[in-house]
């Protein structure tokens, strides 16, 4: 989201324009591969899959936070309302990010 604020802003100051993106029917590669990883409810963004693989379940949501320091997973995912399966995902995401 933050990219995209940040590019939307660019082009605000660049065509002197509110909305510089509604009425667009065509986005290029990345910003398309960008949005579909968008969840949207009502038009707003409520979530983000930041990895590109359609079946990760791994969810970056800004009314959602951290879970606590040393918990077990089965608590992470009675703390968020998650399967086992769905925060070992996520933590093997987290863990693949860290390594690259």
């Known amino acids: ?25 065509l986005l290029t590669a990345p ?16 979530a983000w899959r930041p990895h590109d693989e359609p079946k990760s379940e791994v969810r970056i949501r800004p009314d959602v936070r951290f879970g606590r320091p040393g918990a077990s997973v089965a608590e992470v995912a009675d703390d968020f309302d998650l399967t086992v399966r769905d925060v070992r995902w996520a933590v093997s995401y987290e863990n693949a990010v860290r390594a690259a």
């Open 1 to 25: 989201m933050k990219e995209l604020r940040a590019f939307i802003t660019k082009l605000r100051e660049e065509y002197g324009v509110p909305y510089p993106v509604s009425g667009q029917y």
């Open 31 to 46: 910003s398309d591969a960008f949005v579909q990883r968008v969840e949207w409810a009502d038009d707003v963004a409520v």
